[in-house]
Every structure is written in structure tokens, then in C-alpha cells.
């Protein structure tokens, strides 16, 4: 079974970026289909976004709501939502896709 988590760290608090909504969209054909959403917990995760028992490959977008995060806290920032982009080769293994953010920016990479 194949799993997709994922970690937000807020870079200026220096802490974990709580109650961030996410959605995670498949590429189907020429658009996106919605496979899950959620929030980040206490710590700033999330740590299954695939449905229980499915197993899923092929190219994923992850969206964090980052303006709406931040509007919540009274702030701005110059990047209201970080679409990442990634491809699944085969199914069965984890994947995680950590963010860390900041009002104006923002890093990515693949996780363990």
C-alpha cells in the first residue's frame, strides 16, 4: 500500500505550522481529481493523505493554503497557495512531501 504524509514548518516561528489546510489532487487525462484534504494537526502534519487500502502511482499535486494560514494570524504573504508537484513510478512505498514556509518563501523536498 502506498501512503503520502506530509510536514509543515513555519521558518519565522520557528515551530510547526498548525491548522494549514491541504489538498491532495491525481492527474487525470488533462485535469486534476480531487484524492484527499485535510489540516495539519498539533505538530504540523498530516500522516496518511491516500485513502486506507488504496495504492496509488502516477504525477500528484499537493496544495497548501498558505494565504489563508496566514490571513488567519492577521499576516500576508507574497505566495497565497504552494502547489507541489510530484510523480509516484510505482505504488507501495511511503512518500513524504515536507514544506517549510515563510511569508515570503518557501522549500520543499522529498522526505523520509
Not at 486506507?52 to 496566514?70: D, H, K, L, M, P
Request: net charge neutral.
Amino acid at each position: 500500500m502506498s501512503s503520502i504524509s506530509t510536514h509543515v514548518l513555519d521558518l519565522v516561528r520557528g515551530g510547526p505550522a498548525r491548522g494549514l489546510a491541504i489538498t491532495l489532487e491525481s492527474r487525470v487525462g488533462g485535469g486534476w481529481v480531487p484524492v484527499a484534504s485535510g489540516q495539519t494537526n498539533d505538530d504540523g502534519r498530516i500522516g496518511d493523505l491516500v485513502p486506507r487500502g488504496s495504492s496509488v502511482s502516477g504525477v500528484f499535486r499537493i496544495t497548501f493554503e498558505t494565504g489563508a494560514w496566514y490571513a488567519a494570524k492577521g499576516e500576508r504573504c507574497f505566495y497565497p497557495r504552494v502547489p507541489i508537484i510530484f510523480e509516484i513510478p510505482a505504488p507501495g512505498e511511503h512518500y513524504h512531501v515536507p514544506l517549510l514556509i515563510g511569508p515570503y518563501g518557501y522549500s520543499t523536498y522529498r522526505g523520509s
